[in-house]
């Protein structure tokens, strides 16, 4: 037992010697890669149209909100108060549609794309309109509404819907004028 003990140490030390000798190696890798996605995210990022940077930079912001808690209560264990985030039940939704638009209409634009965006927007304010109307079977069922307060990132996330869908909107239109004009 203390031979394959003994063994085992010895072959973890020489796993971390030459796992040190790679990372230099490593890092230099990851550092390339990352320029170069780096530069070309920026290359792509020069070419789009003002209100596409506008409308990418919410769609972002959608995204991160979507995915941060929305709410907050507190709870009592043996005297001791903590404060408790949670996200709401149907959070998949917000988050699935969020991280699809982001990358539809961030990086890859078609014709069906503008309907997509719009009625999958129009799905997350309809849930958030249902979540309001019945918080419980929406965004939380056991806790007491009554204990729970409503945190800034919900907020933020609804402004961030709403400009997103503003200049959705507003990035389809000008992208429609610019065609018309090219033809």
Same mark, same amino acid.
């Given at each position: 037992m203390?031979?394959?003990?003994?063994?085992?140490?010895?072959?973890?030390? @020489?796993?971390?010697?030459?796992?040190?000798?790679?990372f230099?190696?490593? !890092?230099k890798?990851?550092?390339?890669?990352? $320029?170069?996605?780096?530069?070309?995210?920026?290359?792509y990022?020069?070419?789009? !149209?003002?209100?596409?940077?506008?409308?990418?930079?919410?769609?972002?912001?959608?995204?991160?909100?979507?995915?941060?808690?929305?709410?907050?209560?507190?709870?009592?264990?043996?005297?001791?108060?903590?404060?408790?985030?949670?996200?709401?039940?149907? $959070?998949?939704?917000?988050?699935?549609i969020?991280?699809?638009?982001?990358?539809?209409?961030?990086?890859?634009?078609?014709?069906?794309?503008?309907?997509?965006?719009?009625?999958?927007?129009?799905?997350? @304010?309809?849930?958030?309109?249902?979540?309001?109307?019945?918080?419980?079977?929406?965004?939380?069922?056991? @806790?007491?509404?009554?204990?729970?307060?409503?945190?800034?990132?919900?907020?933020?996330?609804?402004?961030?819907?709403?400009?997103?869908? @503003?200049?959705?909107y507003?990035s389809?239109k000008?992208?429609?004028?610019?065609?018309l004009?090219?033809?």
């Open positions: 203390t031979n394959t003990i003994l063994n085992l140490a010895s072959e973890i030390i @020489v796993f971390l010697k030459e796992s040190l000798k790679l230099p190696e490593l !890092l890798a990851w550092w390339y890669l990352g $320029n170069k996605i780096f530069i070309s995210l920026y290359q990022w020069k070419t789009k !149209l003002f209100f596409d940077k506008i409308f990418f930079i919410f769609l972002f912001l959608q995204l991160l909100f979507s995915v941060l808690p929305w709410f907050h209560y507190d709870i009592v264990f043996f005297e001791t108060k903590e404060s408790v985030s949670i996200s709401p039940k149907l $959070n998949s939704i917000f988050i699935l969020s991280l699809l638009n982001f990358f539809f209409l961030g990086f890859w634009k078609a014709t069906w794309t503008r309907l997509w965006f719009f009625a999958t927007e129009m799905i997350c @304010v309809i849930t958030i309109l249902w979540g309001y109307l019945e918080p419980k079977r929406t965004y939380y069922d056991f @806790v007491n509404p009554k204990e729970i307060s409503t945190q800034i990132t919900f907020y933020l996330f609804l402004i961030s819907l709403g400009f997103s869908f @503003v200049f959705g507003l389809f000008k992208e429609d004028e610019v065609y004009l090219s033809r």
